[in-house]
């Protein structure tokens, strides 16, 4: 806590001292120090749940905190709003999109503001972005509704949001998480020309290789304390961060086993299918899991991983193409068809779509057995046996819960994790889909998610892994699938990094050749 | 992370104890849930007398009134039981559909589609009119459900196929159905150009506790008619299959998660219908038995409002299918003594009172609300 | 039976639908749905009725109404926005509490004399036009004009102004106003509250101009919820809303009127020799709603597009995404 106070002629913009917010459960920021200085980007490094989000949130104005000083500029201030922390010159970009999808990026970007009085004259104010824009090297079309725009051009627009309304401090949570990596690298190119344009810039991420890439100075957060503060980037190594984010040494691997894959459980032919507007989000997608491999699948967000997921699992429809699964085609099948042939599925969307957030965890570990025996006897439901079964899973997979009439909502991100897993792994799965399996999860969880898909390789189930993190694909899977606007690009066996970032912006590997002309 | 979601004005900022809500970790016992919903009602009760007092009545001898002219001696119990009776039944259509969230707001018109269907065994007629009792009350259980599920199958098809609103397509449904009533007492089965068909026969009549005065002579003059019975068949049955039947779980799912449902392979669609029918089912039941029970004819105006106060009735009963018939049973006297009370909205606005604290009290359910002084938080 | 009466009583009849339909649009459009439209337009009828026949002044009854109803209205608001309940539910509610409030206090209203109107006007030069101006602009209330004037103003409020913008971001995804400094609960409390004045405004309308009296629960007979139908079918759009208030007033003047002659289009009137049959007409204006949302619901459904997006869902800050 007794750390030194930087003058004011070292050109700190931001000082956070002794931050303390609480949230029931949790201390998510403990006497946190964080100094930010003009011109510089300032990296905050953190595992999930490491109270970054809620430090920043703090700083923008969507949270109060409990305990602790903030003076930006010289002065100290009290944030009751966003309003406020923009006011003040701050602006926060956000990992999920602040953006009205129905409406265009310039009205996106007027909103909230005092200006026009009253009629919208946007015309006018397409310019004025179209000029803002060219400044600092972003192309977007002020015209475009929302919806229609890439996730890059998206991120594009909430930059120009904040800059139109004159902040000079930016907080990007995370804002490389949904880009492909020469996305990546324009994005680095837009942070260093408004660095140069006298902006200063705090990054989040809990990527070590992008810290040690962009950031001049970093602050480390670990379990809501700071383990560094404002340290120079060219004065640690890739591991001291490592050490100081986790706590420990990280084991960098997953231990893999050789394994020689059996059969093909799942053939997806020729597969199309449109996306919830309409679109079409397949278009020809071919791709084969094997018994006892891991093949994952990488890719840009929203190229069609949601919409594949979706089909093979019978929640989607189909337009043409078969999903063969041990030897059946059940593409366009009720969803039962699907589970009665073994295929599992760890949704994306855990709360919305994985769960029932009041009924009691024994109601949900049941999701897909309630009508196989013994859970079923007659019409009836057998409640002793269900609660027999959930006993068991809560111990195999140690789920924490009081008891286990409790409703999951009140459980923990890892926890409801565990219960979705429990579910889908218990009945012995023929196919796995496992879509963003360890998104949100804090480092601990995130092992034993890996470590329990290993095991389920290893005894012989076939998984299809789509995930947005590289590395985590890279380490499970025997193979790398890149999936790029509805269709498989190519595959990578060997973790050649360099060849699936090529791939996930649209470069095939050799000659490419145009199968939807 | 939540953090509470309440707007908080800058005066609030000033005073020296802020109030704090904290989402609840742990489910509330059974007996803070049971005092809440208690409380809501004694709370509404005492909105209540305030709009009595202002509209110039005195509240407290009004609801002295209606706890004597329900409750005060046998004789009103039973009438109050009479009440209580189409109240439970439609109080289990609701909580069945509303387990799967589904609004149905049309138990009235399910109401009346179960008392002309009940109406047609007698009067088209199906049966001759000396068959026996128990085949009468057979058949009139089967024509009533079998028409309120009709009912509720014009809702059910289409928000299971297009997707239409089933609060708006239920009440619409509530005004034909009257209007279809109308028809047919006016047009086709008028006694003598009198708004109303003939009287049923008596042993198209259900048996009522004053049948059997000669062997029990307490039971004289007591009009509780042979519907409670099929209210309570009917409570273990919805129990049934809300709380043990696969059929029942599905339900419950689909009522929580729709999208989880489907990810498991739950058609909700097809629940959806069933659901509806079943509701209607049951509500038409409701109408066959007040006609069969009560009324004894087919007319106009047979509900005093069952089919919405229903609604109210499966709220309080927090949607379970037991609870729904002590709730009624208060809900009936309120019908029962509210014929007297002046105003004659009275009743009516009650009903809503109590329904809005109801509904504002299940905050409390899921969040604690607690006194801090400024600066101790902790 | 003049086609060009029926026609013109029908755009009379529409206007309360429109004023209605107009209010779900505004509150929808925040992401509230409030179905105690019916319950409201009966406080507003009531107090409409009430105020006008003791004063003699009928645009101070409908001023009255209106913010009766408005004030009603945060009852719903409270209970859905701050205490975060089921908005259906929590709407359903309001609907009871105002119904039962309006029969309370409108107890004896039926017999309280006669009510000063709203006047009448024909507009000069518009009124010659043929069809159209008989119309609409022969011998209509001075609110039927409010109605035409009311259609354009919302569209171009709604899609053409900041506040507008900012109705629309509160509705679609509130969390990202919320990030940019927009009071998503104030915003919701208010255009709940503009709700409640339409649907006050509407009530006034019926009990002082168009069908004048209170009649109690069968003032309003249903016509709130046509105008929750109507919302869904208008796509939540004014200008369409027009035009369903009115095709359904015309509807409901048809349904009336078309029992009256004992000879139509040069034919017996089967409804004239069959009064019964009149109860079959009843049902229509209410089997068209239902008819309207399936039409509505399936242009939703083929378009992609239709409902606010939050529409329904309680807004928790410190949640994320919707």
């Not at chain 1, 990280?250 to 231990?255: L, P, W």
Request: glycine share 10%.
């Amino acid at each position: 806590m007794a750390q030194p106070v930087p003058s004011s002629e070292t050109n700190t913009v931001v000082s956070m001292q002794g931050i303390v917010k609480r949230f029931p459960g949790v201390l998510a920021n403990d006497h946190v120090n964080f100094y930010l200085q003009k011109g510089e980007i300032h990296a905050l490094l953190g595992e999930n749940g490491a109270g970054k989000s809620t430090l920043m949130n703090i700083l923008a104005g969507l949270y109060k905190p409990d305990a602790g000083t903030i003076i930006v500029n010289g002065q100290p201030v009290n944030f009751s709003s966003p309003r406020d922390a923009i006011k003040a010159g701050i602006g926060m970009i956000h990992q999920h999109f602040m953006l009205v999808p129905s409406q265009t990026v310039t009205e996106n970007i007027l909103l909230g503001l005092d200006k026009p009085a009253f009629r919208l004259n946007l015309s006018h104010y397409d310019q004025e972005i179209t000029a803002l824009s060219e400044r600092f090297g972003m192309k977007v079309d002020p015209r475009a509704k929302v919806w229609q725009l890439s996730v890059g051009e998206q991120q594009r627009v909430e930059i120009l949001k904040m800059l139109y309304r004159g902040a000079n401090i930016l907080v990007m949570d995370e804002p490389t998480a949904v880009l492909a990596p020469s996305e990546v690298d324009d994005l680095f190119v837009t942070l260093r020309s408004m660095v140069a344009q006298g902006k200063s810039i705090i990054f989040i991420s809990h990527k070590l290789h992008e810290v040690m890439q962009i950031s001049d100075r970093v602050t480390v957060l670990q379990r809501g304390r700071s383990t560094a503060a404002g340290v120079a980037v060219s004065t640690v190594t890739k591991a001291d961060l490592a050490r100081l984010m986790v706590g420990r040494e990280v084991i960098f691997t997953v231990n893999k086993t050789a394994r020689q894959p059996g059969e093909v459980v799942l053939k997806v032919e020729d597969l199309w299918a449109e996306n919830d507007k309409g679109l079409p989000a397949l278009r020809g997608l071919n791709l084969t899991v094997r018994q006892g491999e891991i093949v994952g699948l990488a890719g840009v967000a929203g190229n069609g991983q949601r919409e594949l997921a979706d089909v093979i699992t019978g929640l989607r429809k189909c337009s043409k193409g078969q999903v063969v699964v041990s030897g059946e085609n059940i593409a366009n099948s009720p969803v039962k068809k699907g589970i009665r042939k073994g295929v599992s599925h760890i949704p994306e969307d855990r709360t919305h779509v994985g769960s029932a957030p009041s009924l009691s965890v024994t109601d949900n570990v049941i999701m897909k057995k309630y009508n196989q025996a013994p859970i079923s006897s007659g019409w009836m439901v057998n409640a002793i046996a269900a609660r027999k079964y959930a006993a068991d899973l809560k111990e195999r997979y140690e789920i924490i819960v009081p008891t286990l009439e409790t409703p999951v909502r009140l459980l923990s991100g890892g926890n409801l994790q565990r219960v979705i897993l429990a579910r889908e792994i218990s009945s012995n799965p023929a196919l796995m889909i496992a879509m963003q399996p360890t998104r949100g999860l804090d480092v601990g969880a995130i092992e034993g998610v890996h470590r329990l898909l290993m095991a389920q390789r290893d005894a012989g189930a076939a998984i299809l892994l789509i995930s947005e993190e590289l590395e985590e694909l890279i380490d499970l899977s025997d193979r790398v699938a890149v999936i790029y606007e509805g269709q498989i690009l190519g595959e990578v066996s060997d973790g050649d990094v360099a060849a699936i970032g090529m791939m996930m912006t649209g470069s095939a590997p050799g000659a490419k050749e145009d199968q939807h002309g | 992370m939540a953090e509470s979601g309440l707007p908080r004005a800058n005066w609030l900022d000033r005073l020296p104890y802020r109030v704090m809500l904290e989402p609840r970790l742990k489910p509330p016992s059974r007996f803070f849930s049971l005092m809440l919903s208690f409380g809501s009602v004694v709370v509404a009760l005492l909105i209540g007398a305030i709009v009595l007092a202002i509209a110039g009545g005195d509240p407290w001898a009004t609801y002295a009134h209606i706890v004597k002219a329900s409750f005060g001696s046998v004789g009103v119990l039973s009438d109050t039981m009479v009440k209580a009776i189409p109240l439970m039944i439609v109080g289990l259509a609701c909580t069945l559909a509303f387990r799967m969230k589904l609004w149905n707001i049309g138990a009235e018109g399910q109401f009346y589609a179960g008392a002309f269907g009940a109406s047609a065994v007698v009067l088209a007629p199906m049966l001759p009119a000396d068959a026996p009792g128990w085949l009468f009350i057979i058949c009139m259980v089967a024509a009533g459900m079998l028409m309120g599920a009709a009912w509720g199958f014009v809702p059910g098809i289409l928000k299971a196929r297009f997707n239409v609103n089933e609060v708006i397509s239920t009440l619409m449904m509530n005004y034909i159905a009257i209007s279809w009533n109308n028809y047919w007492i006016y047009a086709v089965w008028t006694e003598g150009g009198f708004q109303m068909s003939k009287v049923f026969p008596k042993n198209a009549w259900l048996p009522r506790l004053a049948d059997y005065a000669v062997e029990i002579p307490f039971f004289r003059g007591l009009t509780t008619h042979f519907g409670l019975v099929l209210a309570v068949i009917a409570a273990v049955v919805v129990w049934l299959i809300l709380y043990r039947s696969q059929w029942g779980y599905e339900i419950r799912l689909v009522g929580d998660n729709p999208r989880a449902a489907e990810y498991a392979g739950i058609s909700i669609a097809r629940n959806t219908v069933l659901v509806m029918m079943l509701s209607g089912a049951l509500a038409g039941l409701a109408g066959m038995s007040e006609i069969t029970g009560v009324v004894h004819r087919l007319q106009g105006s047979i509900s005093p409002g069952y089919g919405f106060t229903g609604i109210i009735v499966a709220w309080l009963a927090k949607l379970n299918p037991y609870a729904v018939i002590p709730v009624s049973i208060l809900f009936g006297a309120l019908i029962l003594a509210g014929r007297e009370i002046q105003p004659s909205g009275i009743p009516k606005m009650m009903n809503g009172v109590i329904l809005v604290c109801l509904i504002a009290s299940d905050f409390l359910l899921r969040y604690r609300v607690r006194l801090v002084r400024r600066g101790e938080e902790a | 039976m003049d086609i060009l009466i029926v026609l013109q009583a029908g755009v009379a009849t529409g206007t309360i639908l429109l004023f209605a339909t107009l209010g779900g649009i505004f509150s929808e459009r925040s992401g509230v749905m409030n179905l105690g439209m019916e319950g409201m337009m009966l406080i507003g009828a009531m107090s409409a009725f009430s105020v006008a026949t003791s004063t003699g002044n009928p645009w101070l009854g409908l001023l009255v109404a209106m913010l009766a109803a408005g004030l009603i209205s945060q009852v719903h608001a409270f209970i859905s926005i701050t205490l975060q309940a089921d908005q259906v539910v929590s709407g359903l509610s309001l609907g009871f509490l105002a119904t039962g409030l309006a029969l309370v206090l409108g107890e004896g209203l039926s017999k309280a004399g006669t009510v000063p109107l709203i006047p009448s006007y024909t507009v000069p030069l518009l009124s010659q036009i043929p069809i159209i101006g008989p119309v609409f602009f022969t011998n209509q209330k001075l609110l039927v004009y409010l109605g035409y004037i009311m259609v354009p103003l919302a569209w171009y409020y709604i899609n053409r102004t900041r506040p507008g913008l900012h109705l629309r971001a509160v509705g679609e995804y509130p969390s990202a106003a919320d990030s940019l400094g927009i009071n998503v609960y104030r915003l919701r409390y208010f255009y709940v509250f503009v709700g409640g004045l339409f649907a006050g405004l509407a009530g006034a309308t019926i009990s002082l101009a168009i069908s004048p009296g209170w009649f109690s629960e069968l003032t309003t007979a249903g016509q709130g919820w046509i105008a929750i139908g109507l919302v869904i079918f208008a796509q939540w759009d004014p200008v369409r809303a027009a035009v369903g208030s009115y095709i359904f007033g015309a509807l409901r003047r048809l349904v009336l009127d078309i029992q009256g002659p004992n000879v139509i289009f040069g034919l017996a009137n089967p409804f004239y020799y069959n009064p019964y049959w009149g109860f079959f007409l009843e049902m229509l204006p209410y089997a068209f709603t239902i008819i309207v949302l399936v039409v509505g619901s399936r242009e939703a459904i083929r378009k992609r597009l239709g409902a606010p997006t939050a529409l329904g869902v309680p807004y928790i800050r410190g949640e994320r995404g919707l």
